[in-house]
């Protein structure tokens, strides 16, 4: 297939996979902060546990078996997983990765079961599978993109906003406090600033391969500066290279998921990003 940038699926793809990689840079930073890798891990998967939910209901009532009864299920799951994750982390009865690993397994297990009973019982994978799994590019209506270019927005907004606070609660949360940082507030704020980002980028990138965009872009621009403003820089960067060249890649090669292409570019990325700070590091005795 021909790349054709005058195909409106086509630009509504590359629109949202813009729009999500600038929202995912920036709160990648957040995330490799406060050492929160797999939370995005555990509130994408608990995603599946409610399309799980969605595809056991249409089996009692079948006018529910459509996409936008998945998809509002997945939504309402990420979000309630992202509120328990995040209490239970809060209160520091159950570690963080415990309370992430118990909502990850529980979620996937659920979402197994309702896959496997709709189609012993219908005798067919049920709608929606593949994509929350994986992502896709084809069919990708300006709904979705302006969907997506929104949430962006009102990330970037929220983050600008709260900046000073939030840069504090993330390199010492009880400093913060101390302070006068409301950490709670902060806390649960960006629990669900990653779920909202997490569940609008599952229709592209899909729940399997999210997590790299919070983790790549972040990991591999702090290992390039210490300065937060061109860490941020560099993020952005490295995010916008890898979404828009891994969705450009699956349009001209349609076999490649554009999930698993993004996620290898970014990888590549990142290997030239620890190539490189090696690089100076070794280089800085001489110097």
Known sequence: MRFDLSDPSTRNVLLAAAALAV???VLSLIVVARHWAF????????GFGGAGMAWLLALFVPSLDQPWVVYGSVVVFCLLAALAIGHLSREQRVTSDAAIGI????????????QRAYLHFNRKLPVGFDTLLFGATAGVGTEYAVLAVAV?????????ALNKTIVSYCFDPQLAETSGVRGTFIHYLLMMLLAIVIVTG???????LMTALLVLPGAAAMLLTDRLKTATAI??????LGAVGGILISVRWTFIPAGAAIVLLLF????VAYAVSTGIRAAAPAA
């Open 202 to 208: 599952v229709r592209v990138v899909g729940s399997v």
């Open 39 to 46: 939370i995005g891990e555990g509130i994408s998967h608990s």
């Open 268 to 271: 590549a990325e990142f290997l």
């Open 103 to 114: 909502f990850l397994v529980a979620s996937l297990a659920w979402g197994f079961v309702g």
């Open 23 to 25: 929202a995912c840079s």
């Open 152 to 160: 962006s927005v009102a990330v970037l907004l929220t983050v600008v």
């Open 235 to 240: 993020s952005i960067a490295i995010a916008l």
